[in-house]
């Protein structure tokens, strides 16, 4: 089964710039649609953006215009640069592949006022 490992999170001012990374291994994800969630304290977790194979993206809009998500078969992984943060994109972030269902253990991201 895959193994997702998320990075990038971070501690960043409003407006600011991170880019996360979900790294898999023991299987290739290659041809599988890849999602992005976050899941705020007391809220739900949700889904923020998704890429098909070969690229096809949608994004929840809250973060159009400012999201981009983004895959690289060769290195095994998907991306999600985020510009124009803001507080309430505060949350822990999570890939998922959608052939196995398996999660990665999420990577916190933090956005100040």
């Known amino acids: 089964q895959v193994q997702l490992v998320e990075s990038g999170g971070g501690l960043v001012q409003a407006g600011g710039s991170l880019r996360l990374s979900c790294a898999a291994s023991?299987?290739?994800?290659?041809?599988?649609?890849m999602a992005w969630y976050r899941q705020a304290p007391g809220n739900e977790r949700e889904l923020v953006a998704i890429?098909?194979?070969?690229?096809?993206?949608n994004y929840a809009d809250s973060v159009k215009g400012r999201f981009t998500i983004s895959r690289d078969n060769a290195k095994n992984a998907v991306y999600l640069q985020m510009n124009s943060l803001k507080p309430e994109d505060t949350a822990v972030y999570y890939c998922?592949?959608?052939?196995?269902?398996?999660w990665g253990q999420g990577t916190q991201v933090t956005v100040s006022s």
């Open positions: 998922k592949d959608s052939v196995s269902g398996s």
């Open positions: 023991r299987s290739s994800i290659r041809a599988n649609v």
């Open positions: 890429i098909g194979s070969p690229g096809s993206t």
